[in-house]
């Protein structure tokens, strides 16, 4: 889509509006106008890319972080939201997110719906953002509903902080390793090769012949190599956006050995947070849970929560439509139903929420603790296979030597 800077006159209030559009032409953008109640006196194409697009242009989580947070302090100021939104607009940092607020604005003086001009840009604010603020329209609660939504956000957003950061460190150690064994086996073998080619009938160990192998094919086909690993890169990055492509790594993330127990826990805290905010904000149960299966981010998880959406139409409670369900760790629905025969089902979802981020940490912890050794151990062996790779050789050497000198 391109963006258009337009001027346009507001027909109900006769008020001038200067805002950009996207549409994908003149005509487009024109009609859009027109349909939010605005006559055009001027359409511009804006040669610049839209905010909104692209790897540098993306909005941060923290600058929607900061957008829940000063509009929700501004309309329960008693700011009316438009003028609420043009401050927000103004204090902003982040030029697409000034963008898309300013194209937010001239659909809501137009007549739309805070949350259906919000629902036009969904790379920006996902379900849980636009049911939020739904629920907050409907039911005069909008600044208490943002102010939850900003919550949820932060949480979230520490929770998978702490997660990449637990990948942080055996990433580095591994690369560590690649550059060292690289190292070796284009340096260092080939010298022990020129040594041994010098002697007649001299034999090298097989872990030597087959490092040389490596290092011969490293060293005269690295484009090759390099190709390969393109090739491998953008077939698994294609592959992890099919649907078998998707639903192979998320089962891999449930079940694999040390980071299963990790994943597992975190998409039960993200769900029993995002639920809590929904049911806080007065969202129906249907809706939740529709909500948080795209919330959650895994395929096996989502159909788990829409089979159970379509058990609670069918009268069921949702700790029973989701009880006996491998892709929910036992204590959920556990917790679920207290909450439901207690009626605090929005408190029981918290602890839920609370209790399975303070496991997610527990966890990370655990993991440090086993990787660390692992790791050790992977180098160790490593290290060895080399070194044997290198001294074997020379041993044979100077038996050989030892054996001729003796005759």
Same mark, same amino acid.
């Given at each position: 889509m391109l963006t258009y800077t337009y001027e346009a006159r507001n027909v109900s209030t006769g008020q001038k509006i200067r805002s950009t559009v996207q549409a994908d032409n003149e005509q487009v953008a024109a009609k859009l106008l027109i349909q939010q109640g605005l006559s055009p006196i001027t359409i511009k194409l804006n040669k610049k890319k839209s905010g909104t697009s692209g790897l540098f242009n993306k909005v941060r989580s923290k600058d929607?972080?900061?957008? /829940?947070?000063?509009?929700?302090?501004?309309?329960?100021?008693?700011?009316?939201?438009?003028?609420?939104?043009?401050?927000?607009?103004?204090?902003?940092?982040?030029?697409?997110?000034?963008?898309?607020?300013?194209?937010?604005?001239?659909?809501? @003086?137009?007549?739309?719906?805070?949350?259906?001009?919000?629902?036009?840009?969904?790379?920006?604010?996902?379900?849980?953002?636009?049911?939020?603020?739904?629920?907050?329209?409907?039911?005069?609660?909008?600044?208490?509903?943002? @102010?939850?939504?900003?919550?949820?956000?932060?949480?979230?957003?520490?929770?998978?902080?702490?997660?990449?950061?637990?990948?942080?460190?055996?990433?580095?150690?591994?690369? $560590?390793?690649?550059?060292? $064994?690289?190292?070796?086996?284009?340096?260092?073998?080939?010298?022990?090769?020129?040594?041994?080619?010098?002697?007649?009938?001299?034999?090298?160990?097989?872990?030597?012949?087959?490092?040389?192998?490596?290092?011969?094919?490293?060293?005269?086909?690295?484009?090759?190599?390099?190709?390969?690993?393109? $090739?491998?890169?953008?077939?698994?990055?294609?592959?992890?956006?099919?649907?078998?492509?998707?639903?192979?790594?998320?089962?891999?993330?449930?079940?694999?050995?040390?980071?299963?127990?990790?994943? #597992?826990? #975190?998409?039960?805290?993200?769900?029993?947070?995002?639920?809590?905010?929904? $049911?806080? /904000?007065?969202?129906?149960?249907?809706?939740?849970?529709?909500?948080?299966?795209?919330?959650?981010?895994?395929?096996?998880?989502s159909k788990s929560l829409s089979l159970a959406a379509d058990k609670v139409k069918g009268g069921k409670s949702l700790s029973e439509a989701i009880s006996n369900d491998q892709n929910f760790l036992e204590l959920v629905p556990n917790m679920i139903k207290i909450g439901e025969q207690s009626g605090a089902l929005e408190t029981m979802l918290e602890k839920i929420a609370s209790y399975y981020e303070k496991e997610v940490d527990n966890e990370i912890k655990a993991i440090s603790t086993i990787i660390e050794p692992v790791l050790m151990v992977i180098m160790g062996g490593i290290a060895l296979t080399i070194v044997a790779a290198v001294l074997l050789p020379i041993y044979s050497l100077v038996g050989q030597s030892g054996f001729n000198s003796g005759i």
């Open positions: 929607k972080v900061l957008f /829940s947070r000063q509009l929700s302090t501004l309309i329960n100021a008693g700011l009316p939201l438009v003028q609420s939104l043009r401050s927000v607009a103004d204090q902003t940092t982040s030029k697409p997110l000034k963008v898309v607020i300013n194209q937010v604005i001239t659909d809501v @003086e137009a007549g739309t719906a805070f949350s259906v001009a919000l629902a036009k840009h969904p790379n920006v604010f996902n379900a849980v953002f636009i049911s939020l603020v739904n629920a907050g329209e409907t039911s005069g609660t909008l600044d208490s509903g943002l @102010e939850r939504l900003a919550d949820q956000q932060e949480k979230d957003a520490d929770m998978l902080s702490k997660v990449r950061g637990a990948m942080i460190y055996p990433a580095i150690v591994l690369a $560590v390793m690649v550059i060292v $064994v690289g190292f070796m086996v284009v340096k260092v073998l080939p010298q022990v090769q020129g040594i041994y080619a010098t002697i007649p009938g001299a034999t090298l160990p097989l872990v030597t012949v087959i490092l040389l192998d490596v290092s011969y094919f490293v060293i005269h086909y690295w484009w090759l190599a390099i190709i390969i690993l393109v $090739v491998l890169a953008f077939a698994i990055r294609r592959g992890s956006k099919t649907n078998t492509g998707k639903s192979l790594i998320d089962k891999f993330k449930m079940k694999a050995w040390p980071f299963g127990q990790l994943f #597992m826990k #975190m998409y039960m805290a993200r769900f029993s947070r995002t639920a809590t905010t929904l $049911v806080a /904000s007065g969202v129906p149960l249907l809706q939740v849970l529709s909500i948080t299966s795209d919330a959650v981010d895994n395929v096996h998880i």
